[in-house]
């Protein structure tokens, strides 16, 4: 009886010529693994597929509810954009799959796991540091890795075969989405100068093309955590989705993007994420009007550090609930509700409430009712530049007796 092997299978090139390669170089019964987060995916085409292609079972786990609950709001809470830009969408995502493929994997009472990473990215880290931090015994296979097939060589692979797969040499884009984002790479967006071409997109209409009129969004927060949108109650992927399709419509969410990937390189990738473009602006807005101009400034060295994290594939590091438990007691205080403009590629902050704002308008006010005492300035000015101004006092002392001490230089010899 041969062993089995659960494999992380999406349907797209990579994972689908892996069941082939694992079935015919490892001799293994392979088992497929799909995690529904809202990739707005036909499940049961890919279910389908797996068996097409030689899987001996296959597992689809709806784990949407879950993925907003216990990834995505943790990512709001952190304002997390990887390198100020990137909603993690991919990252997030990876240690749920681990998850479930350690979970599938003892179900299945298989000796060994799989994923169809590449050895050039981010994402062989991400599963195989949380597959490893939950069941070290299980052996991991990266097919991809192994092989060390281009992905022409793939394609071509794939079609000998019989293989279906989403991709072929003239539009041999890799993509992957779930309900936080969506994103593409490779073929001519490999070219760094080059601009995307309007084929990648998806969820997102350009400026050209993007409404004429603009949309205005008010979402709620409770604790940091989005309840409502325009004083309607949603349940949370529902509030997602809606934020995706306004979002879209507007083209909110598309990002270009040069980041460093953890392996070393750098990497060009495409990104469209609404939702997270929007529901992150909201949040940030909320917490400078609810939260000191200390915890404002340090949460934001706190923030990346969480992107960062979970970004090279660190989710299950204890130093990520060290930082979580900073963040979450700020949310305490994180409730009310921002008004936000779509319009032509924009998410722009328009008005903004919470019954704990720190914002005080008697204070704030030019007008003669206001109660800040502009005589108090005069004295904190002094007391606030005491440091700057005798250390400038000193440098310039310094620098005279340095050039009274320095000696005049010597006249040449004849």
């Excluded at 089995?4 to 001799?27: F, H, M, P, Q």
């Excluded at 981010?122 to 990266?142: C, G, M, W, Y």
């Excluded at 130093?319 to 008004?339: H, N, P, W, Y």
Aim: some cysteine.
């Amino acid at each position: 009886m041969r062993e089995k092997i659960v494999l992380a299978y999406s349907g797209g090139l990579d994972t689908s010529v892996a069941i082939r390669w694992l079935k015919e170089t490892k001799n293994l019964d392979v088992v497929t693994l799909t995690v529904d987060l809202g990739q707005a995916e036909d499940l049961q085409t890919i279910q389908d597929k797996s068996r097409q292609i030689g899987a001996t079972n296959h597992h689809t786990i709806k784990a949407e509810k879950e993925f907003v609950e216990d990834y995505v709001f943790p990512a709001i809470k952190a304002n997390a954009l990887y390198e100020r830009k990137y909603p993690i969408s991919t990252a997030l995502a990876r240690p749920l799959i681990a998850q479930k493929l350690v979970e599938t994997a003892h179900s299945e009472n298989a000796t060994s796991v799989a994923h169809g990473c590449t050895g050039k990215g981010n994402d062989q880290v991400r599963f195989e540091v949380a597959i490893r931090s939950q069941d070290p015994t299980l052996k991991i296979i990266a097919p991809m890795r192994e092989w060390n097939l281009s992905r022409e060589e793939e394609i071509r692979y794939a079609n000998k075969h019989g293989i279906p797969v989403p991709a072929d040499l003239d539009n041999p884009y890799s993509v992957d989405q779930n309900l936080w984002g969506r994103s593409i790479e490779c073929g001519v967006l490999e070219d760094p100068s080059a601009e995307p071409p309007a084929e990648i997109y998806e969820w997102t209409s350009s400026q050209e093309q993007a409404l004429n009129e603009p949309t205005y969004v008010n979402i709620q927060f409770d604790n940091g955590i989005p309840v409502a949108v325009n004083d309607r109650p949603m349940p949370p992927v529902e509030i997602i989705r809606e934020l995706n399709l306004k979002g879209g419509k507007h083209g909110v969410g598309r990002i270009d993007h040069l980041e460093d990937r953890l392996v070393g390189i750098k990497s060009r990738e495409i990104y469209e994420c609404p939702a997270a473009t929007i529901m992150i602006e909201a949040h940030r807005e909320l917490e400078k009007s609810v939260l000191t101009r200390h915890e404002v400034w340090f949460k934001e060295t706190i923030d990346a550090e969480w992107a960062r994290l979970v970004y090279t594939g660190l989710w299950n590091d204890p130093f990520r609930e060290d930082l979580d438990a900073f963040i979450e007691k700020t949310q305490e205080r994180v409730t009310g509700s921002v008004r936000l403009k779509l319009y032509k590629g924009s998410a722009q902050i328009v008005a903004r409430s919470s019954p704990l704002s720190l914002y005080d308008t008697d204070l704030a006010t030019y007008n003669a009712s206001s109660t800040f005492n502009q005589a108090w300035s005069e004295g904190f000015i002094q007391i606030w530049g005491m440091p700057t101004v005798v250390a400038n006092i000193r440098n310039r002392q310094n620098r005279a007796r340095i050039v009274k001490q320095t000696p005049p230089p010597q006249a040449p010899l004849a």
